[in-house]
């Protein structure tokens, strides 16, 4: 790996409405991940995956009703993300690292029963994890996201991929806004630029639309395995996709045909919003969680 950047501490002074102490852990490649870490330490976890191009951020206003329903909410920040180490080389960067990256950040946390939170490239990583640990987790609640293998990218996603390759810009902040339909704040917009500083620091979150596995890609077989356990998984799998959402339209189908656990759940349900549904329907998102957790009875 080549050079590493770490954002200043300073770009992340006085966020609006993200009150949470910074917590790390050095994974074994010298790598700093951060993580929010709110909420009795032996209460049941709910880990919320982040995805492209936000950071934990994103489930800010998530955190508070979900530690006040009783849970301990974990949100890490992607290696690349947030207050996370920053590779400054795109080649650094590869679906199965990032997997491994967390696996073994959730290892050394010694989490279990876990309620697994995810949107975007947060369940591209998640439910690998739960297809590698499913003995780990109590619960999946998807919105906004999957677990592609290969598929025909969808045109609003391949012009996407094609901005993160070749804009000579890349405005963290205003492709939140552009993704949701809510409207954000300037200092919410600042807050989503605060950890890429520089243009090298957006090397991981300009490759990520590359890494995602769909037409030929190098992770479809693992995608394909990761398939087989999901196919297998009878725990409460619970999909809330937004309403407004053009790249994943349609996404919740296949895991409520294919998924055991999604395929008797009456929780299902539409949420109002973009793509980025924490920012316009957090609360919708939050009652889906706090049902499937009471159904998968932790």
Same mark, same amino acid.
């Given at each position: 790996?080549?050079? *590493?950047?770490? !954002?200043?501490? +300073?770009?992340?002074?006085?966020?609006?409405?993200? %009150?949470?102490?910074?917590?790390?852990?050095?994974?074994? =490649?010298?790598?700093?991940?951060?993580?929010?870490?709110?909420? #009795?330490?032996?209460? !049941?976890?709910?880990?919320?995956?982040?995805?492209?191009?936000?950071?934990?951020?994103?489930?800010?206003?998530?955190?508070?009703?979900?530690?006040?329903?009783?849970?301990?909410?974990?949100? %890490?920040?992607? &290696?690349?993300?947030?207050?996370? =180490?920053?590779?400054?080389?795109?080649?650094?960067? !590869?679906?199965? +690292?990032?997997?491994?990256?967390?696996?073994?950040?959730?290892?050394?946390?010694?989490?279990?029963?876990?309620?697994? @939170?995810?949107?975007?490239?947060?369940?591209?990583?998640?439910?690998?994890?739960? +297809?590698?640990?499913?003995?780990?987790?109590?619960?999946? *609640?998807?919105?906004?996201?999957?677990?592609?293998? $290969?598929?025909?990218?969808? #045109?609003?996603?391949?012009?996407?991929?094609?901005?993160?390759?070749?804009?000579?810009?890349? %405005?963290?902040? $205003?492709?939140?806004?552009?993704?949701?339909?809510?409207?954000?704040?300037?200092? !919410? *917009?600042?807050?989503?630029?605060?950890?890429? =500083?520089?243009?090298?620091?957006?090397?991981?979150?300009?490759?990520?639309?590359?890494?995602?596995?769909?037409?030929?890609?190098?992770?479809?077989? /693992?995608?394909?395995? @990761?398939?087989?356990?999901?196919?297998?998984?009878?725990?409460?799998?619970?999909?809330?996709?937004?309403?407004? =959402?053009? &790249?994943?339209?349609?996404? /919740?189908?296949?895991?409520?045909?294919?998924?055991?656990?999604?395929?008797?759940? %009456?929780?299902?349900?539409?949420?109002?919003?973009?793509?980025? &549904?924490?920012?316009?329907?957090?609360?919708?998102?939050?009652?889906?969680?706090?049902?499937? +957790?009471?159904?998968?009875?932790?």
């Amino acid at each position: 790996m080549g050079k *590493v950047h770490r !954002t200043p501490d +300073a770009r992340f002074a006085a966020l609006p409405d993200y %009150p949470f102490d910074p917590r790390y852990h050095v994974l074994t =490649d010298g790598l700093r991940l951060h993580y929010v870490d709110e909420g #009795p330490r032996t209460a !049941t976890p709910v880990l919320m995956m982040h995805g492209e191009p936000s950071w934990s951020y994103l489930y800010r206003k998530m955190v508070g009703p979900t530690v006040e329903a009783g849970y301990r909410v974990l949100a %890490p920040d992607l &290696i690349g993300f947030g207050k996370s =180490d920053k590779p400054t080389g795109k080649s650094d960067y !590869t679906y199965s +690292a990032h997997v491994a990256w967390i696996a073994e950040w959730l290892d050394a946390m010694g989490l279990n029963n876990v309620v697994l @939170a995810c949107q975007d490239w947060g369940s591209l990583i998640g439910l690998r994890l739960v +297809a590698a640990m499913p003995e780990r987790f109590a619960a999946v *609640v998807l919105s906004n996201g999957g677990l592609p293998a $290969g598929q025909a990218p969808p #045109p609003a996603f391949a012009k996407w991929r094609a901005f993160s390759r070749y804009s000579p810009v890349f %405005p963290i902040g $205003g492709i939140i806004q552009k993704a949701t339909t809510t409207q954000l704040s300037p200092q !919410t *917009v600042a807050a989503y630029d605060a950890p890429f =500083d520089t243009r090298a620091s957006k090397a991981g979150a300009r490759i990520f639309p590359s890494l995602v596995p769909l037409g030929e890609n190098v992770a479809v077989p /693992d995608q394909l395995e @990761a398939w087989k356990v999901l196919e297998q998984f009878d725990k409460p799998f619970t999909c809330c996709f937004s309403d407004r =959402d053009p &790249i994943t339209r349609g996404g /919740d189908r296949e895991f409520r045909e294919r998924v055991p656990g999604a395929r008797d759940n %009456p929780l299902h349900r539409t949420l109002s919003g973009g793509h980025f &549904i924490q920012e316009d329907d957090p609360q919708g998102f939050v009652g889906a969680i706090l049902e499937t +957790a009471d159904r998968a009875g932790v």
